[in-house]
């Protein structure tokens, strides 16, 4: 599952590194790490207050920040909850919560492999880091 989903971002975020290599690049990629992790966070307290229109602004956010590096399944996954009605959101929110908590450290796991595989000395952030 970890490989498909580096597969199916690597095209765009090749494209991404060659344009924002080494300091640029590791920016970028940890500034979108803290943006999905700080949009999860919120909605997990969304979640407890039912509040339904921040976990769908969030989603959308997710969506917006996965696109621009190419992460099409975490794409994909946010759109589905951001196009998610208020009654489903509701009845399963609990689990897209976790669904997408899941996909976005198989996402992490992915770029740091292809970091890793072509010799880019990036350090990626960690979900607890950005909650300091």
């Known amino acids: 599952a970890q490989g498909a989903n580096r597969l199916r971002f690597t095209d765009r975020f090749e494209r991404f590194t060659t344009k924002a290599p080494g300091f640029a690049g590791g920016y970028l990629l940890n500034h979108f790490l803290t ?14 207050g039912a509040d339904i229109t921040q976990i769908i602004d969030d989603a959308h956010a997710i969506k917006g920040a996965a696109g621009n590096i190419g992460a099409t399944y975490l794409l994909e996954k946010a759109s589905k909850l951001n196009r998610s009605s208020s009654e489903e959101i509701r009845r399963n929110g609990q689990a897209y919560l976790k669904e997408l908590a899941e996909i976005i450290d198989k996402t992490k796991s992915a770029l740091e492999q292809y970091l890793e595989d072509n010799h880019i000395n990036i350090k990626l952030i960690n979900r607890k880091d950005n909650l300091d």
């Open 35 to 48: 943006d999905v992790y700080s949009c999860i966070e919120r909605m997990e307290i969304a979640i407890h």
